[in-house]
């Protein structure tokens, strides 16, 4: 099965701006979580969805938003974007079902100017 | 709320040793699960191994393995024969069972393995 794929994985934007990473599940996964990992503060959960409804979120302000498709395809979007946006952002997919091991997508890489 | 502490930011050892990495977490649920990744210089988040807290069995899988202490709250990770490839990140990632699939992780330990 072709792994987590996960679209651009470079983007560079500036401040004030707004964008939107891309996240495709391994086929046959039906839930997509969402990471934004940095030096400063490691890994942190941003939402899970599952069947295109958001099962869980994080702590992250409203600035921060996904969805879900109903080919499990995922897509998070931050506007408004803050140098502190600056990060890796991992999508990881799923089952679903309770505590099934999260794959891991390559990463986007942002960078706000 | 879940916490999970690596208390080693870096480690080296030769090629061939054998590795030990620790990680505490803290919890106050009694059915979850234990993960730890690997992510090597190129960010691909790898799985390494999983536990399930219900099994005393500690897990395997080839070159490594887990020291799984329910009581005192620690999941060890044991690397044997080191090779170059495991040049990494290493994460210790605790999830709960409640279907939602929210991992927390710890703040990663560097390990370099030595030609």
């Known amino acids: 099965k072709a792994g987590v794929t996960q679209t651009p994985r470079y983007l560079i934007k500036t401040r004030g701006q707004q964008v939107t990473l891309s996240c495709s599940p391994i086929?046959?996964?039906?839930?997509v979580s969402w990471y934004q990992q940095t030096p400063g503060q490691g890994l942190q959960f941003l939402f899970e969805y599952f069947s295109e409804t958001q099962r869980n979120k994080g702590n992250f302000p409203g600035r921060f938003s996904g969805r879900q498709f109903s080919n499990s395809r995922s897509e998070m979007n931050v506007s408004t974007l803050e140098l502190g946006d600056s990060a890796l952002y991992l999508c990881?997919?799923?089952?679903?079902?309770?505590?099934?091991?999260?794959?891991f997508g390559p990463g986007t890489r942002l960078t706000v100017l | 709320a879940q916490t999970v502490t690596q208390s080693q930011p870096e480690m080296s050892v030769q090629e061939a040793e054998t590795v030990t990495l620790s990680c505490t977490y803290d919890?106050?649920?009694?059915?979850?699960?234990l993960f730890w990744y690997k992510q090597p210089p190129s960010r691909q988040m790898i799985l390494v191994i999983r536990?399930?807290?219900?099994?005393?069995q500690n897990a395997t899988e080839n070159r490594f393995s887990v020291n799984f202490q329910k009581a005192a709250k620690s999941f060890s990770l044991k690397i044997s024969d080191s090779q170059l490839g495991d040049t990494a990140m290493y994460f210790c990632a605790f999830m709960f069972n409640q279907g939602a699939q929210k991992l927390v992780f710890g703040q990663g330990t560097r390990l370099t393995i030595n030609p």
């Open positions: 990881a997919s799923s089952s679903g079902q309770n505590t099934d091991t999260q794959y």
């Open positions: 919890t106050s649920e009694n059915n979850y699960y």
């Open positions: 536990q399930e807290a219900y099994k005393q």
């Open positions: 086929s046959g996964h039906r839930s």
